[in-house]
């Protein structure tokens, strides 16, 4: 433990000086602006509650919308910001329901997802602030693409010959705060995150393993824990383009958590070993330019900590904390499928419909949760 806070503190350091010991160079001084809106269609039926009760089926009709600018202040120095809709308080959760505020046609909600400065060159990028998390990734089950993380991220990528048999070589870092303590650095609830990004055969095989250090955090978002804990996650993930030309790929991706909660208050024993996953998808197609389709294939199996569900994706069912008045998601302890159909009318202009069906693995009342949800997204983007 002490040797990965010493590199944590060197990283931290050197990014420091790397961002602001730098050869002057030519003002760029270049603003861009960025943004997105979404409608959706979305309906929820054939789901039980840990109580054996149907829920009742739901439909809803909801939009999201993202705003962003970056500064290039010079050739290798940038800021950027994003205001998105939805709660501020959920982190997983960009989304509006239409005729859901608490007044009739009330105001909504318009948050800061993104505030961030950052260092790039051509075989290093570092940033402080809050910007998206520095993770390769073949879906949103294990870090939802909404959550991005306060902190320092970093990247290096190396060797970069498509002659050889290691085409590419890369290392994800990051040291990320998530609840501050008034305490030193290190009694601080935060994430501390190391990938290798390996590229071999062309570039048509990615082989992705990572260590995951969540220190203290609670079982519950929203300060509503009962109980605080570690998770020490080592990834394993993989992709092969079998076609460059139809972009027809498969991946892998393998979650063990390797930390002991033999001993862990508030743990019981149904789920003190719960904590392996894995996430196999088929993807075929992109959403690039003018009748481009995708048909994709998820299939998942996460058990209860392999994953922390609270910063994973809230789309494959309507489990969320709102029983005990926190915002989130708490998808994990599940198994089941997506398939995901798009067309792109234009570049950034595509609709994506999705299904989706869930069961729960161990049961956290009298019943095995389950549920079948169906969504529409219109994705429009400048």
Partial sequence: MYLVRLL??????FSSCTLFAQKDSTDVKRLDFTGDF?????????SINSNGDLRTDRSRLRYRMRFGLR???????????????????????PHLTIGGNNGEFGLSQIGFEKLYYQFSS?????????????????????WNDNVFPEGIGLQYIGLKNKEKALNQFGINAGHFIINSRNGSFF??????IIQLDFKLLDERLSIFPGYYFFH??????????????DYKIFHLGGEYIISQKSKLRLSAELYMNLQDYTDQEGITDAFVDQKEGVVISAKYGQLKKKGDFIVDLYLANLQQYSIVDYFAQNDWARW????????????????????RLGYAFKERFNLILRAYQVEQLVAIGTSRENGSRIRLDLNIGF
Avoid: C, T
Wanted: hydrophobic share 35%.
């Fill in 187 to 192: 009694n601080d609830a935060y994430l501390q």
């Fill in 216 to 229: 203290q955090i609670g079982n519950f978002p929203d300060q509503q824990h009962e109980f605080l804990l």
């Fill in 8 to 13: 944590f503190i060197s990283l931290i350091i």
């Fill in 38 to 46: 979404r409608f959706r269609v979305e309906h929820d039926w054939n």
């Fill in 71 to 93: 500064y290039q202040l010079d050739q290798v120095s940038s800021f950027g910001a994003r205001i998105r809709s939805g709660n501020i308080n959920d982190q997983q959760g």
């Fill in 320 to 339: 969320d904390y709102s029983s005990i008045n926190a915002s989130g998601s708490r998808l994990s302890n599940f198994r089941g499928f997506e398939l």
């Fill in 122 to 142: 051509k075989k290093f990028k570092a940033w402080i602030g809050k910007n998206d998390m520095p993770l390769r990734k073949m879906n949103e089950l294990f």
